[in-house]
């Protein structure tokens, strides 16, 4: 990518998305000193000379600053081969008057000759810290020009392509958990289908109040409700094809739209051109959850400055099992005789297979515009247990009845049976677009996105009962479809206005997005009720039922937005933003918000920052429209009857109360200062509160008497005879969050290597301020108490020759689980848990590397669940941190 500094003189800023895939293991420390002379293979075509840095700066893997003014009219020769980075630079740059005024083997500054000081950006002058410390590039809430992490108005976090390939697992959105501690994944085994789709959740908010963006672009939302909250499932994104990822703390919804309330996550995918690969195997401590990972990555320049990279990754997971024998099983057992399986249902991973890939490519047309396309795609299946059936106690399934003589379930199911709950889903993502403008002031963008993520259920060793000998004993259970459709016009205007420092950076922009949610229908016996029922036995596919015809349907939403976005550099050390963005919903109407964000540096190591803005989450098509319901038949009445979620634009649902979804809307307020030295150490402290009301939640369960029937019928709502008990999503609780981000990093020559140490540390507090209509204290413990208050991650890497050791520390603080039985609710506190994990890397000859490691390398377990043993549940379902034990793992790395 490319980013200017615009001023007198002007400057340029190239930054390569990440370093290369396979990074040398040792920095020798003469390099520390001097820029490293590793070579780099180069295939840039004769060109202007920006466009040359820009591809030099990808293929090397820097950042460069250059003076835009007077290089407008030059051109760069061919430069093909393998060679040094400074043999490389000084080819490009030869005769053009330019020379290297910084070097640290991260960050390049050129300048002419006889501009020594003025050159430099201001991070870079002599009297600010020379070591690359906070200096990383971003993109992410900002459209001015050339910020990094340092200069940046609001926090926000780069996690580089090692730190995302330093975790064992191949999904994205835990190996975030790992790294970002106020990003939490619960793993929620056998529970309906967050076991495979997981709920993230980042500063403790809902798992849908956080954007995901590819290379800038939103990306879609996956088609499962968790909950009352339907969230982008990252797992989707191939791990191996990223570049960077910078995550947003702060409230962002006045310069991207919805969803932005806790924060943005940008993936940018990696651009660079070469080979790479990868294999990785890994298993847990006790024998269980084999893992074999496997990825490629082929990237070609093209004539003219253009670049096309393909990735494919495949992870093969097999399943956990942190279960002990069920009590009712062992009774089971011990009364009849029968011997079952030990245990009768398992608790642990699904079992789990995914194929992934990425597509980026890009391709100038003229000096000064390009076009270019970016995707992803990927499909996978898993599997997992649910509740074993008892013979002796599920009388709905086992009782003998008139209605099938001679028919008997322990004839199938002698033992009991543990339905297996199974998804196979599609997902796909792709962008393409047009901009131009980076050589003047105007720079443009227009683009387009199609994305969709498709779900299927499927369940397995299971029955219909009141099917009788009928029924399938597998289900196709119905399918449910995300897709979403974007359309963007982005331009960024840099004003030269001779009152400021620099010029003014003027953002504006205009979006057309429409989202659609289906639900299609599954198998017939999935979800009829059969004739046994009228003799007591339950309807459906034993676990989870099909989606009906009752349910299945398709569903839109049409939004479009315009914004303008303003950062003004009051003087050197004083910067001030401000953002306005305006959307009209069909479903609900319009919604405003602003931000306003400042910025003053008290030294060129020293800033001060903090910003105010408003936001929204707007509900989805799925939120407002879909039903979860499922049928029975009273054995009095012999009339059928449903129970289960409505949609709150029901008739029946809007008499309890229900009225169409609006927004969930926030004010967040943050404050904090960032520093860095010139000797490698660079952090930030940031505080905040985030207020959000109106929040989504489902209400009490409603019965539907005789009597309210008839009264509903005699209004003309016939469809309330079909009803028995109901729920709907609502506007409810209104939240407060409030908390601290401390992050630290240190990178510097210790002894005869190179120690790179990062430390963060996130306190976060969530009080329900109000609630309208479901006064639970589950529910409110849950909001307050569900996730840890406390997390911290520090990893610390020392690289020494041909050897590279990792080890990672990883804190969760205490928190409260909840259940329901028939007594009530039971809370369980558990305490705090930390995690160590270790790895240790060797360099084998240049793009050869060997990894092994662990992970919990301690085998560290939390208490045990106490309310959940009598299902052989050992450790929580509902832990913020994965209860399998230690797991360790080897991992090759290959580049050419």
Not at 138 to 166: N, W
Not at 184 to 202: M, N, T, Y
Not at 734 to 753: A, E, M
Request: aromatic share 12%.
């Amino acid at each position: 990518m490319s980013v200017r500094f615009s001023g007198t003189p002007r400057f340029a800023v190239l930054l390569a998305t990440s370093a290369a895939c396979i990074a040398p293991a040792f920095i020798a420390p003469a390099a520390m000193a001097a820029p490293a002379a590793t070579g780099h293979s180069f295939a840039i075509p004769a060109q202007p000379l920006s466009s040359a840095l820009t591809q030099f700066a990808r293929q090397a893997s820097v950042q460069i600053f250059y003076p835009t003014a007077g290089i407008t009219a030059l051109r760069a020769p061919a430069l093909n081969g393998r060679m040094s980075r400074q043999e490389a630079l000084s080819r490009l740059i030869s005769g053009t008057g330019l020379s290297i005024k910084k070097d640290n083997g991260r960050t390049v500054v050129l300048g002419f000759k006889d501009q020594q000081d003025e050159s430099e950006p201001r991070g870079a002058r002599s009297a600010a810290p020379t070591d690359e410390a906070g200096n990383d590039i971003i993109v992410t809430g900002t459209r001015a020009q050339a910020q990094t992490v340092f200069t940046a108005l609001s926090p926000v976090d780069t996690l580089s392509e090692q730190q995302v390939k330093s975790t064992v697992t191949a999904r994205l959105d835990e190996k975030l958990t790992q790294l970002v501690p106020a990003f939490i994944v619960q793993k929620l085994p056998a529970s309906d289908g967050p076991e495979f789709i997981r709920p993230a959740s980042l500063n403790n908010l809902s798992p849908d109040m956080t954007l995901v963006m590819v290379n800038g672009k939103r990306f879609h939302r996956s088609s499962f409700l968790n909950g009352s909250a339907q969230a982008t499932d990252l797992a989707q994104i191939p791990s191996f094809a990223i570049g960077h990822v910078e995550v947003l703390r702060d409230g962002a919804s006045a310069q991207y739209g919805s969803d932005a309330i806790a924060g943005v996550i940008n993936v940018i995918l990696d651009t660079k051109p070469g080979f790479s690969a990868y294999a990785q195997g890994s298993q847990y401590y006790r024998g269980d959850g084999e893992q074999f990972q496997v990825g490629g990555r082929a990237g070609f320049a093209l004539p003219g400055g253009g670049h096309v990279v393909l990735t494919g990754e495949y992870a093969d997971a097999s399943a956990t099992s942190r279960s002990r024998q069920r009590a009712d099983a062992i009774a089971f057992e011990n009364a009849t005789g029968i011997e079952v399986a030990d245990p009768v249902q398992r608790w642990g991973n699904p079992e789990l297979k995914t194929l992934k890939f990425a597509l980026d490519a890009a391709q100038p047309i003229g000096d000064d515009i390009e076009v270019y396309g970016f995707g992803t795609f990927g499909k996978g299946k898993g599997w997992s247990d649910i509740n074993w059936r008892n013979p002796s106690t599920t009388t709905s399934v086992y009782n003998q009845t008139a209605a099938f003589p001679g028919f008997n379930v322990n004839d199938i199911y002698p033992t009991g049976f543990s339905p297996s709950e199974g998804v196979r889903y599609t997902d796909f993502q792709a962008s393409t677009g047009i901009r131009g403008g980076k050589s003047g002031n105007f720079a443009w963008d227009l683009s387009a996105s199609l994305g969709q993520n498709a779900s299927a259920f499927y369940l397995n060793n299971s029955i219909n009962a009141s099917l009788g000998p009928d029924s399938p004993l597998d289900f196709y259970l119905g399918r449910n479809i995300q897709r979403e459709f974007n359309l963007n016009a982005d331009g960024v205007y840099t004003l030269d206005v001779p009152a400021f420092a620099k010029p003014v950076t003027i953002a504006f922009g205009a979006e057309r997005r429409v989202e659609t949610y289906k639900i299609r229908q599954g198998d017939e016996a999935s979800y009829a009720v059969g004739p046994g029922a009228n003799y007591g036995l339950a309807a459906g596919s034993n676990g989870f039922p099909g989606f009906s015809d009752l349910q299945a349907g398709s569903w839109s939403q049409t939004s479009y937005a315009g914004y303008l976005d303003v950062t003004v550099p009051v003087t050197d050390a004083w910067s001030i933003e401000g953002a306005i963005r305006d959307e009209h919903y069909s479903s609900f109407g319009n919604n405003f918000n602003y931000k306003f964000s400042t910025r003053y540096e008290l030294t060129p190591a020293l800033a001060v920052r903090g910003s105010y803005s408003t936001g929204f989450k707007a509900p989805t098509p799925a939120q407002l429209n879909s039903t979860s319901t499922s049928q029975g038949l009273d054995t009095t009445t012999l009339l059928l009857y449903t129970t289960g979620r409505l949609s709150p634009l029901n008739a029946v649902a809007q008499y309890f109360g229900a009225t169409a979804l609006k927004p969930e809307t926030s004010k967040t307020a943050t404050a904090g200062f960032v520093w860095r030295t010139g000797f490698g150490l660079s952090g930030s402290v940031d505080a905040y509160q985030i207020k959000v009301d109106d929040r989504f939640s489902t209400s009490p369960s409603y019965v539907l008497t005789d009597a309210i029937k008839a009264n509903l019928i005699a209004q003309g709502i016939s469809q309330a005879a079909d009803y028995r008990t109901i729920t709907f999503f609502t506007n409810d609780y209104d939240t407060r969050t409030r908390g601290v981000d401390f992050v630290v990093s240190y990178k510097h020559p210790v002894g005869p290597g190179l120690l790179d140490a990062t430390g963060s540390y996130s306190y976060t507090q969530t009080k329900v301020t109000s609630s309208q209509i479901a006064q639970s204290d589950t529910t409110r413990t849950k909001y307050e108490q569900g996730l840890p208050e406390h997390n911290a991650v520090a990893t610390i890497n020392y690289t020494l020759g041909p050897v590279s050791l990792m080890a990672r520390m990883r804190y969760y603080g205490p928190w409260t689980d909840s259940s329901g039985n028939a007594s009530g609710d039971i809370f369980q506190r558990f305490g705090s848990m930390a995690f160590f994990d270790a790895g240790v890397t060797y360099q084998m000859r240049p793009g050869l590397s060997l990894r092994v490691g662990a992970e919990n390398v301690f085998n560290k377990y939390p208490d045990e669940a106490t309310f959940q043993a009598s299902r052989g549940l050992v450790y929580s379902r509902n832990a913020p941190y994965d209860t399998n034990g230690g797991n360790y793992y080897v991992r090759v790395d290959a580049s050419f």
